[in-house]
């Protein structure tokens, strides 16, 4: 009892107030919101933090097909092939992680049951998988910036470029072994990993690439390496028309192990000494993405239509018709402040095709707002739902007739209807997308800036609403919106009595 009673006397620091007697009394207002929709279109996709490969049909954004390029380094710059000892390639295999999660492990067996991450679609539709050896310089200085728009740059190889392929290509979620060569034994050594890629590629091909380039001196080191092989161009399609999948790969931790076999002396007759090169898919890459049969949105000017990839964005204004002077000499002391986002369920048709999470952000200066960066809460199982306090997850709520987003920006009002005398920040305008990942918060360039009514230019959105593959329908700010769909700004605050 007396610790009930300590904390029903404790004050409450509020805003810059204190609130901790009875003569105050806590009201909820709704103020006005301006919210536009804007299309950025084709935006900057290079140096993503993942990537997405596959194609997805989405029935509101229709199809996307998300082909990626990167460039390939050595592990080990420089590496000693003597061309009188014969080498012979006699396996190249391409390996990619997926993004996946232990569900269960056995002691015994060291295997591990898992589950993927990010696998959109139908996750057993099979994909026709090509990979080709591209040959598009992507460290040039004067190219800061490739754009999901530049497929046809890398597309369309000659035959001779191609390095492999499986016409029978899916996200497979059943652990896989790897071989790591010993040096000291002479032999490869098996071990258990992650689900991933994992794709034979042409032994007589890297041959070519490397055996006569070490002679060459284009092994050297990474920076002539990379002028010289230049990358791989990762190309997708359906396999079965109308079986579409898509998943994020980690092509960072990406590698093509080559394996060869060379003579001890020359005088040999058999190769017989074991030897391995490894090329990591890191260095500069691009996400290429092509959409098509996006579907007609009933009502679209009522609404804020947000898409990832070579998407759409939503400008959020604050208090377009208060009088901030007039607020802030109120003095309220802001307990809660939310924006809420009502989904257009019917044009969604499902929350299975709904994006899971949305992000507010500081349009004006291209930074997190304070509510964002001050939520620590972290959750142990998805940390696509860290800064839960924050929001922006989707929830369904009222027996399900709802389905809302619900974004806490306290501290961004406190700081607009400070005090005058208090240096109140700038009712600065916000940003809203769509985003894969709640933790990273920076930008990617759009190919085409854009000018808001109020003259400020938008050159960037987040990257990982450049990541997301697909979108969220929400009901707008306008009077024609009906009014229990009708976007919302809540204020609950305390005013003396």
């Not at 009892?1 to 009875?22: H, L, P, Q, R, W």
């Not at 679609?121 to 490739?146: E, Q």
């Not at 972290?378 to 306090?389: D, E, G, Y």
């Not at 109020?454 to 997301?468: C, L, Q």
Request: hydrophobic share 35%; with cysteine; charged share 20%.
């Amino acid at each position: 009892m007396s610790f009930f009673a300590s904390c029903d006397n404790d004050s409450n620091d509020i805003g810059t107030n204190i609130v901790g007697d009875d003569n105050f009394a806590v009201q909820g207002q709704s103020f006005s919101v301006k919210a536009t929709p804007y299309n950025y279109g084709v935006v900057a996709s290079n140096n993503l933090p993942t990537a997405a490969l596959g194609t997805y049909v989405h029935p509101v954004f229709g199809k996307t097909t998300a082909n990626y390029a990167t460039e390939v380094v050595l592990a080990t710059v420089n590496p000693t092939i003597d061309a009188t000892l014969s080498p012979t390639v006699t396996e190249v295999t391409l390996s990619v992680p997926y993004f996946s999660t232990v569900l269960s492990s056995d002691a015994t067996t060291a295997i591990s049951t898992y589950e993927l991450d990010s696998i959109y679609g139908n996750a057993s539709a099979f994909l026709k998988l090509k990979v080709y050896r591209s040959r598009v310089y992507m460290s040039d200085p004067a190219t800061p910036n490739f754009y999901t728009d530049q497929n046809t740059l890398f597309q369309n190889p000659s035959a001779d470029d191609f390095l492999g392929g499986n016409d029978d290509f899916f996200f497979d979620k059943v652990y896989k072994e790897e071989e790591t060569f010993d040096e000291d034994t002479n032999e490869y050594v098996k071990s258990k990993v992650s689900p991933r890629m994992i794709l034979s590629l042409e032994p007589d091909k890297f041959k070519d690439i490397l055996f006569s380039a070490a002679a060459q001196g284009q092994l050297l080191n990474n920076n002539v390496f990379k002028q010289y092989f230049r990358g791989l161009y990762f190309s997708i399609e359906e396999r079965d028309p109308g079986q579409s999948v898509m998943g994020m790969l980690n092509f960072a931790a990406g590698k093509i192990t080559v394996k060869y076999l060379e003579k001890k002396v020359a005088a040999d007759a058999l190769p017989t000494v074991k030897k391995t090169i490894v090329l990591n898919l890191t260095g500069n890459s691009v996400s290429l993405l092509n959409k098509t049969n996006a579907a007609v949105i009933p009502d679209e000017a009522k609404k804020l239509v947000l898409e990832g990839g070579q998407g759409k964005m939503a400008v959020i204004e604050l208090f377009p018709n208060e009088n901030l002077e007039t607020l802030r000499a109120e003095n309220m002391l802001i307990n809660d402040a939310t924006l809420t986002f009502h989904v257009d369920t019917p044009t969604m048709a499902g929350s299975e095709n709904m994006s899971r999470r949305i992000y507010l952000y500081d349009l004006t200066n291209n930074t997190p707002i304070i509510d964002y960066s001050s939520d620590v809460t972290t959750n142990a199982t998805n940390v696509k739902l860290n800064k839960s306090i924050y929001g922006g997850i989707l929830q369904v709520v009222n027996n399900g007739t709802d389905t809302r987003y619900t974004i806490k920006l306290t501290n961004h009002v406190i700081n607009i209807l400070k005090d005058s005398d208090s240096s109140p920040s700038d009712n600065v305008k916000l940003g809203l997308v769509v985003t894969e990942n709640i933790n990273a918060v920076t930008t990617k360039t759009l190919k085409n800036a854009f000018t808001l009514p109020t003259g400020e230019k938008v050159e960037t959105v987040p990257t990982m609403s450049v990541v997301h593959p697909f979108g969220t329908v929400l009901w707008g700010s306008g009077a024609d919106v009906p009014e229990d769909k009708r976007l919302k700004f809540q204020i609950y605050y305390t005013k003396p009595n």
